[in-house]
Nanobody, 119 residues
Framework: QVQLVESGGGLVQAGESLRLSCAAS????????MGWFRQAPGKEREFVAR????????HYADSVKGRFTISRDNAKNTVYLQMNSLKPEDTAVYYC????????????WGQGTQVTVSS
């Protein structure tokens, strides 16, 4: 298991940007597939993006493709989510997650960080 702590959420206006960070504990961070998910009020949690252990491959939900970028710095045990051109429908609690490899279930989750986009 890896411990995850998200930060960087906040209140922004539509069209603005935010960068979320997720700091992970442990010495084997580069072994983990990392992902971002989000959950809006009254909705189920949905996948946003994921990145392989060495950062070579990324995958995005269609709703964020071209606007969000996931990246990682294995030297800092941190994964990022750069969110540009934010829309009100991006409003949600964003969660960081870790899994043994991309394509498997994510086994560790952070506590979430709130992102609110006003119109």
């Amino acid at each position: 298991q890896v411990q995850l702590v998200e930060s960087g959420g906040g209140l922004v206006q539509a069209g603005e940007s935010l960068r979320l960070s997720c700091a992970a504990s442990g010495r084997t961070f580069s072994n983990y597939c990392m992902g971002w998910f989000r959950q809006a009020p009254g909705k189920e949690r949905e996948f946003v993006a994921r990145i392989t252990g060495r950062g070579r491959t990324t995958h995005y939900a269609d709703s964020v493709k071209g606007r969000f970028t996931i990246s990682r710095d294995n030297a800092k045990n941190t994964v990022y989510l750069q969110m540009n051109s934010l829309k009100p429908e991006d409003t949600a609690v964003y969660y960081c997650a870790a899994g043994p490899y991309c394509g498997s279930a994510f086994s560790s989750w952070g506590q979430g960080t709130q992102v609110t986009v006003s119109s």
